[in-house]
């Protein structure tokens, strides 16, 4: 019977643990949806959702580092307009505690962003507090 009771604890721990991961990749890729949603949309109020104030972005650009202030950069160039022609994806998620990481693949016609960020659980909600990304050129590639 201790042997049952035991087993029975074990199984109901496990399984209270996995289900909390659950819940916060959910939550995660929820903050992640925020940021593919609002740019696919064209929708910034969207977007801010995703990112804490201070996330930085960064890249190379013509063989340079470049840097600057994520909110400054996306309120510059995501204006309202017609629906972006482009799929979004989440490739993976990867939690530890309050902080994880993710990778995203978000594809046009002609290139693809491949975006890394950085998240922390701040005030029991998930941001981005760094986007880093890589543009991949694509020749005669079409989104179908």
Request: net charge positive.
């Amino acid at each position: 019977m201790r042997k049952q009771i035991l087993v029975l604890i074990t199984f109901l721990s496990f399984t209270a643990v996995i289900s909390a991961q659950n819940s916060e990749y959910q939550k995660i890729e929820q903050t992640l949806s925020y940021y593919l949603d609002g740019g696919t949309n064209r929708e910034l109020e969207t977007v801010k959702k995703a990112f804490h104030p201070n996330a930085m972005m960064s890249g190379i650009q013509q063989g340079k580092f470049w840097e600057t202030n994520a909110m400054e950069f996306f309120t510059k160039v995501i204006k309202p307009g017609p629906k972006q022609n482009r799929k979004t994806r989440i490739a993976y998620i990867n939690v530890t505690g309050d902080i994880a990481n993710a990778r995203l693949e978000i594809e046009y016609p002609t290139f693809m962003f491949i975006d890394y960020m950085s998240l922390l659980k701040i005030d029991g909600e998930w941001k981005i507090v760094g986007k880093i990304y890589h543009r991949k050129s694509f020749e005669n590639k079409s989104i179908k």
